[in-house]
């Protein structure tokens, strides 16, 4: 039965629920001057200092322009620093400052209230099972996606 319209589609109603979501995270977080993909590569950085651009697109999911675009209005609004690299000084690795980590401990349990919000109607082992189902998912996404790239080269 898996798809007989667009209403069984897994891609719709991650979506739909993708949207929903990060409209209602923006909502909570707009004070903070901070949009959710600013926040999830703030969050990716606090989390690893001393990563480089590469390694915080992989990270946080974003690819390299809109990674670059982000890292440079959290730089510009003070909540990291870029240094260069001792060995390549044409990579620079990115670390977060002091007002960087006062935000995420601000928006932190924002996001997680949101997500317990959203989940009410879940278990612990149906919050889990779903997190296993979407991280099968994002791994055969994966395989798909290199694959059409091997064909496409």
Known sequence: MKYTSLDDSIGYLLGI??????NLL?????SYDMTPEQWSVLYRINE???LIQKEIAERSGKDKP???RI????EAKGYIVKKPG??????FLVYITE????VVAAITPIEKQLVEEATVSLSDNEYAYLLELL?????AVDKLTEKERGEME
């Not at 007002?99 to 006062?102: F, I, L, R, V």
């Open 86 to 91: 001792e060995k390549d000084r044409r990579a």
């Open 66 to 68: 809109t990674t670059t």
């Open 17 to 22: 629920s993708y949207r929903k979501l990060t």
């Open 135 to 139: 991280a099968r998912i994002d791994a």
């Open 99 to 102: 007002a960087g980590k006062e």
């Open 26 to 30: 923006q909502h909570r977080i707009r």
């Open 48 to 50: 690893r200092d001393g």
């Open 71 to 74: 890292l440079d209005l959290l």
